[in-house]
């Protein structure tokens, strides 16, 4: 990763998390008045933590819990969990539940929290963002947090791109799985198709195409790059046909132009294709699959 992108990740995880210092003195809570733990680590008894009702993380390895526990018993918990203060010596969870599960499962009686100020939707929105920056995530996971934060937290694609560090081209591409069949969806889920193999399908317009090209890329174990070569085969002059007798030379884009259209083609998330001639005229070509279709694709230019 860039120095730069790192910049990124570390302003836009800092913006809804604010850093907490390493060297913060863990307090307790029955020691000092209530509200001056806000902004602070503290150790709070476990029976007073509720679960965060939005936590976008539902699946949790009982194995690899237990194993945390077992390390909890010995070196305590070395990452505080966040939680922010919902009423008289009562806190709600926003990140950290499995450190809080593993915590009840060591048989421990209080555990150290950072104590943050948040309304419902900023807890909403720091819970999806702890979640997304998991290593173990699958693309459909990532995908759904992505929706949740855009449609949930009402921020856009720019803002979720901008706050994880990400290219706006990440973002969309992730949202795209969303429309993909379901049986390639749960495929994703369970890690027998990449994300690779999935971006190529999603070039395809036609979902029993899709689906075709899902089972011989399934039963044929296809590389990515042979996937792109099938899906390439099934979509060739189906949108675009390819005029006899043009030079190919000419109709070669400048870098510049490819990347306009890659731009369009992200933005309106379906295929776009620009034409130029060595005079400079040239046409974009926005194909549209149904009438609903269209009309997405006016939304999204009229917006603009």
Do not use: W
Request: with cysteine; aromatic share 4%.
């Amino acid at each position: 990763m860039s120095k730069i992108r790192k910049e990124r990740l570390g302003l836009g995880i800092r913006a809804l998390l604010s850093d907490i210092d390493e060297e913060t003195e863990t307090i307790k809570i029955n020691e000092t008045d209530e509200d001056s733990i806000i902004n602070t680590v503290a150790k709070i008894p476990l029976d007073k933590i509720e679960v965060n009702p939005f936590q976008p993380r539902v699946d949790f390895n009982e194995e690899a819990l237990a194993d945390l526990a077992q390390s909890i018993k010995i070196h305590g918990v070395i990452q505080p969990i966040t939680v922010r203060k919902i009423g008289k010596s009562h806190f709600q969870l926003i990140a950290g539940e499995r450190r809080l599960r593993a915590s009840k499962m060591a048989e421990q009686t209080d555990i150290p929290a950072y104590v943050r100020d948040a309304n419902d939707q900023e807890s909403l929105e720091i819970a999806l963002i702890e979640n997304i920056q998991r290593e173990d995530l699958n693309a459909m996971e990532i995908a759904i947090n992505y929706k949740r934060l855009i449609d949930e937290c009402s921020q856009t694609h720019e803002i979720v791109a901008e706050r994880l560090g990400k290219d706006r081209s990440t973002i969309t591409n992730y949202l795209r799985l969303l429309k993909l069949p379901p049986e390639i969806q749960q495929a994703l889920k369970g890690r027998s198709l990449s994300m690779g193999h999935a971006r190529a399908l999603i070039a395809i317009s036609e979902v029993e195409k899709q689906l075709y090209a899902f089972k011989e890329i399934e039963s044929k174990g296809l590389s990515v790059r042979k996937a792109e070569d099938l899906v390439r085969v099934l979509t060739k002059g189906s949108l675009f046909p390819e005029k006899k007798g043009v030079d190919k030379k000419e109709e070669q884009l400048p870098v510049a132009h490819k990347e306009i259209q890659k731009r369009l083609m992200d933005y309106l998330e379906t295929r776009v294709k620009l034409k130029r001639t060595r005079q400079g005229k040239g046409e974009i070509i926005i194909p549209f699959y149904s009438d609903n279709d269209l009309n997405r694709l006016l939304a999204l230019i009229e917006n603009e």
